[in-house]
């Protein structure tokens, strides 16, 4: 063998002294030709006495290297026999290969972004004598990991998860997002979760899909079978969706619709996050508005409106007031939702104005290539909180009256910034922040276009 050159120069190929196909695939990748040979060696056995004597981590994967390759030497000694193996510490815990699924699941889960160290260890044995040996030890670091990616991980590789210790496969695994409409060109997701993925240096992807409304079971039925880690859905599908997942969130039947998903196992999950995104962003603009706002005002009886009020129902808001064009659409909405909920003529809006500590407007009013929308802010007082779920423009006409008019102006793209954190989180693992530099990002391209 001679380094570097991809040269074997022996006319057989070399024994490997072990069961796993990663190492036979790396020797192979170096021009070296292999046979596997796996060793009757008692691993925990040789082990025990080893670590009850005080051995370093690198001195047993050394002997069970040597053990190996000492096996398979016996029984073929005019062959070269590589032995090999590793093992693994963690906070003064010794891991093992994991005997089963559920064994791999909780090494992997106390792997997950903890510093650790390896210890790999060679032997090179012909006919019983050792022609060179060696072993290095290697710090590192697994990235955070969900439960949901992990069970992703255990039943896309199987029982190979059983061959080596650590689980670093799912290290190099490229987890596929998305986000379905139709249509979809239009959407910033992408920017948002291409951003999260370089900052955190995630091997994944995050694309447009495009599927009209009578193709949206086969699409399911893709992400069922393993082509994409998950998801954002958003207009026309998102009640649609509601109907073909496994299992929904609280949230999201209350809303009754769905704008996230992904996989656990077989099973598809939804979620509605436009709920936790447009909260979250308040909490960020204005911290403590939930215990300064006695009412709420809110425009619209849609989708987005009945998510709003789910929320601020379920933030302790004493009144919340829904104006609609069509007053019946308001009145099932506030009757479905109960409690604090309430529906208002749409002809009362300019009045209620005066009432209200936060405002929102949640239709597609103000909207670039949208009508304008009709209010009169003469009645707001100084420091009511306006918020527009639009957010191109990024400064609505609502939102420029009421800063004028000394209002606390919320915009819609935080909501939108806000709402995808969950699902990044669910999807590749790390739970990303919304920084200033995303947003000014964000801000950018809007304004270029």
């Not at 599927?211 to 949206?216: E, M």
Request: glycine share 12%.
């Amino acid at each position: 063998m001679i380094a570097g050159s991809r040269l074997w120069l022996s006319p057989q190929p070399l024994l490997l002294a072990s069961g796993s196909s990663t190492r036979r695939d790396m020797l192979m990748a170096a021009g070296i030709p292999v046979e596997t040979v796996k060793p009757t060696v008692d691993e925990r056995a040789l082990e025990a006495p080893l670590l009850s004597a005080g051995e370093s981590p690198a001195r047993i994967a050394l002997a069970l290297a040597l053990a190996k390759a000492s096996a398979v030497s016996a029984q073929q000694p005019d062959r070269l026999v590589l032995g090999a193996d590793q093992t693994l510490a963690c906070a003064d815990e010794a891991f093992h290969k994991p005997a089963d699924r559920a064994a791999a699941a909780r090494q992997i889960a106390a792997l997950a972004g903890r510093e650790h160290a390896l210890h790999s260890a060679f032997a090179l044995l012909r006919g019983g004598k050792v022609l060179a040996k060696g072993h290095q030890t290697a710090r590192l670091t697994m990235r955070p990991l969900t439960p949901g990616l992990i069970g992703s991980y255990l039943d896309m590789v199987g029982d190979t998860a059983f061959s080596s210790v650590g689980g670093y496969q799912i290290e190099g695994i490229v987890r596929r997002g998305f986000v379905l409409g139709h249509p979809v060109a239009h959407s910033r997701s992408p920017l948002i979760h291409g951003s999260w993925l370089a900052e955190h240096g995630l091997a994944g992807s995050y694309e447009r899909v495009d599927v009209a409304p009578p193709d949206l079971p086969a699409f399911v039925a893709r992400l069922r079978a393993g082509e994409f880690t998950g998801g954002n859905v958003t207009v026309p599908h998102k009640e649609a969706m509601l109907a073909l997942v496994d299992q929904a969130t609280d949230a999201a039947r209350a809303i009754g619709a769905v704008n996230t998903v992904w996989c656990e196992g077989d099973r598809i999950c939804g979620d509605n996050t436009d709920v936790s995104g447009f909260l979250a962003h308040l909490d960020a603009t204005a911290p403590g508005w939930d215990g300064r706002v006695g009412t709420a005002l809110v425009l619209g009886a849609g989708g987005a409106a009945r998510g709003i009020a789910f929320g601020l129902k379920g933030r302790g808001i004493g009144r919340i007031i829904l104006v609609n064009r069509s007053h019946a659409r308001a009145d099932e909405l506030a009757a479905a939702l109960g409690g604090s909920v309430e529906a208002a003529d749409w002809a009362r809006r300019d009045a209620l104005v005066g009432d209200a500590d936060l405002v929102i407007n949640t239709t597609a009013l103000g909207m670039n290539g949208q009508p304008p929308l009709e209010i009169d802010l003469a009645r707001l007082r100084p420091g009511t909180l306006v918020d527009d779920i639009v957010y191109v423009p990024l400064q609505t006409p609502l939102l420029i009256e009421a800063t004028r008019r000394g209002g606390v102006p919320v915009d819609g793209l935080g909501m939108l910034l806000h709402q995808a954190v969950p699902g990044f989180a669910r999807w590749f693992g790390v739970t990303p922040t919304v920084t200033p530099a995303l947003r000014a990002r964000l801000e950018a391209d809007i304004l270029g276009h």
